[in-house]
């Protein structure tokens, strides 16, 4: 079956410093693959996307590679700000195996200290 | 472009009683979903409508919770009896038909306690 594994948190940053959060996966299809975003007392808000081996999704700074060879999709940003404090998912929907079906890693909790 | 809606936002129910969770997709969206958010933990679909057909109910706890989307729009999610282990963050999501990568976009969602 599918499945995602994600870095475990939390991670606490210091502004400005450089953030990597791992996430690996597991498809039997063609998967896209999302970072969502949860900031306290919100819902997921979708972060990027990419839906091809070699894409690379970005938004606000925040980038991720679809790297099919290694089956991962890592988050970066050069310079974290404090209102990046956020719980963030990785996931992937498998519509190549006929399912729209969004599978979750656990998430990880990061807080940026001024 | 308003985002999903969803109803109550929080609850706070004792265990045996019923609870019922609204949801209003983006306008539009044919496809809608509901998730379970567990403390600490990635949502885990339940159910997914196209239109008001459910398509994929495999992982819908069947012998107490109940989800009905009539004419398509808007879904109820249910549960009757509510039990300890219902304590979670229930997410509606929807997203447009014909696109491959089908992105959802989420609702705040319901945070539910069972006590």
């Known amino acids: 079956g599918n499945s995602v594994t994600q870095m475990e948190g939390p991670v606490t940053l210091s502004e400005e410093a450089f953030l990597t959060i791992n996430c690996t996966y597991t498809a039997t299809g063609y ?51 404090v209102s990046d404090s956020a719980v963030y998912f990785c996931a992937l929907s498998d519509h190549g195996a006929g399912s729209y079906q969004l599978t979750f890693g656990k998430g990880t909790k990061l807080s940026v200290i001024p | 472009e308003a985002g999903v809606v969803q109803s109550p936002r929080y609850k706070i129910i004792e265990k045996k009683q019923p609870v019922a969770f609204w949801c209003n997709p983006i306008s539009g969206h044919n496809t809608l979903y509901w998730y379970r958010q567990n403390l600490g933990q990635g949502p885990e679909l339940l159910i997914r409508y196209e239109n008001e057909e459910a398509v994929d109910d ?58």
Not at chain 1, 40 to 62: I, M, R, V, Y
Not at chain 2, 62 to 74: H, I, M, N, Q
Not at chain 2, 82 to 108: H, R
């Open chain 1, 31 to 81: 998967p896209s693959l999302f970072w969502y975003v949860q900031y306290p007392g919100e819902g997921l808000q979708l972060l990027l996307k990419a839906t091809k081996a070699d894409d690379k999704g970005s938004n606000k700074g925040f980038e991720a590679t679809y790297r099919k060879e290694t089956t991962s999709f890592h988050l970066e940003k050069g310079s974290v700000q």
């Open chain 2, 58 to 115: 495999s992982q819908l706890p069947k012998d107490r919770f109940s989800a009905e989307r009539l004419k398509g729009v808007d879904s109820t999610l249910k549960i009757q009896p509510a039990e300890l282990g219902d304590s979670a963050v229930y997410l509606c999501a929807s997203s447009l038909p014909g696109t491959p990568e089908k992105t959802q976009y989420f609702g705040p969602g319901t945070r539910l306690l069972v006590l």
